[in-house]
């Protein structure tokens, strides 16, 4: 799916023209950008929390040559899924409702090599 195929749905679903369902949709990628970049996590219930993690620089090796070389520190984009979206992935009901779904995700120090 792409973004224009969102902006359709978003369309075609709300009722909206398709210029105000790209302006809206456009707002949203903005909004969750613009929070991403300020190194904030996302928590949307019943989705997902996507989370800004800071990686250190560290040794790693050229797997053709052995030779060592440096890796530079860097930040990446974790997605963690809710219980809520992994169970609709494996067709399965749950009982949960999206209202605090994803708490129990919190760990924040996971991952922060």
Known sequence: M?????????YE????SKKEAAEIVEMVFDTIKETLERGEKIKIS????????DKKSRV???PQTGEEIEISARRVLT???SQVLKNALNGEVSDETTE??????????EGDE
């Open 2 to 10: 792409t973004k224009a195929d969102i902006i359709e749905s978003v």
């Open 13 to 16: 679903k709300v009722g909206f």
């Open 46 to 53: 019943g989705f997902g929390n996507f989370i800004v993690r």
């Open 60 to 62: 790693g090796r050229n």
């Open 79 to 81: 997605f963690r899924p």
């Open 100 to 109: 605090g779904a994803d708490d129990d995700d919190d760990e924040e120090g």
